[in-house]
């Protein structure tokens, strides 16, 4: 049973470009959030997709979008790259109906900026 | 908003010792507690979680928490810390979303 898988492992990117991250959820979940976790600093939610629409979202801005399909994989799109917008970003997956707070982790795709 | 305040940055322990990391939090209705840790590279894995009952929590890998309502606290124990122990370990609590502290980072001494 595949866990939460992540792509791409690794990423460079220029300042004022736009980047996609990938997420397959563990099998037989269907809610995907995204985290944020700059070095040194503990996870912040970025929102969460279920049933393909984004249910919860925190404060990030709209250069921070995403989508969910069919299949419950996710996609993580951020435009208009800033220095600050290097970090680790996580994906966790969970079960809309599942208990509380029952999220597993991707490894994460680390993001840097230049 | 609920918050979470983890006030040790990187704390050494000796193997075989035991640990104690804390966590306070900050929400106005009863919280969903949680710790996980974070080693090298890695997502971040579930230890424990506290929703409502026994205040005293037990985890995987030999881990316990205690919910303190009074003390606004959730601090994680182990009472014998082994060489793999060795990583970084968050607290957050869950409100209208998933909230973490900045993290304590255990170094484990031979």
């Known amino acids: 049973d595949a866990g939460v898988t992540q792509s791409p492992t690794h990423l460079i990117k220029t300042r004022g470009q736009q980047v996609t991250l990938r997420c397959s959820p563990k099998?037989?979940?269907?809610?995907v959030s995204w985290y944020q976790q700059a070095l040194g600093q503990g996870p912040q939610f970025i929102f969460q997709?279920?049933?393909?629409?984004?249910?919860q979202r925190g404060n990030f801005p709209d250069r921070f979008s995403g989508h969910q399909f069919p299949n419950y994989s996710s996609e993580l799109n951020v435009n208009a790259l800033l220095l600050g917008d290097s970090a680790l970003y996580l994906c966790?997956?969970?079960?809309?109906?599942?208990?509380?707070?029952?999220?597993?982790f991707g490894p994460g795709t680390r993001l840097t900026v230049t | 908003a609920q918050s979470v305040t983890q006030p040790d940055i990187h704390i050494t322990v000796s193997e075989g010792a035991s640990l104690e990391l804390r966590c306070n939090y900050s929400?106005?209705?009863?919280?969903?507690l949680f710790w996980y840790v974070q080693s090298p590279g890695q997502g971040l894995q579930l230890l424990l979680k506290?929703?409502?009952?026994?205040?005293l929590v037990q985890g995987i890998k030999g881990f316990e928490a205690e919910f303190k309502r009074s003390q606004s606290s959730f601090n994680l124990r182990k009472p014998s810390v082994h060489w793999s122990d060795a990583a970084e370990y968050f607290c957050?609590?869950?409100?209208?979303?998933?909230?973490f502290g900045a993290g304590t980072r255990l170094t484990v001494k031979p």
């Open positions: 929400y106005g209705a009863t919280p969903y």
């Open positions: 506290y929703f409502s009952g026994d205040t």
């Open positions: 099998s037989g979940h269907d809610t």
């Open positions: 997709y279920y049933e393909e629409e984004e249910r």
């Open positions: 957050a609590v869950e409100g209208n979303d998933m909230r």
């Open positions: 966790a997956s969970s079960l809309r109906q599942g208990a509380a707070g029952e999220q597993y």
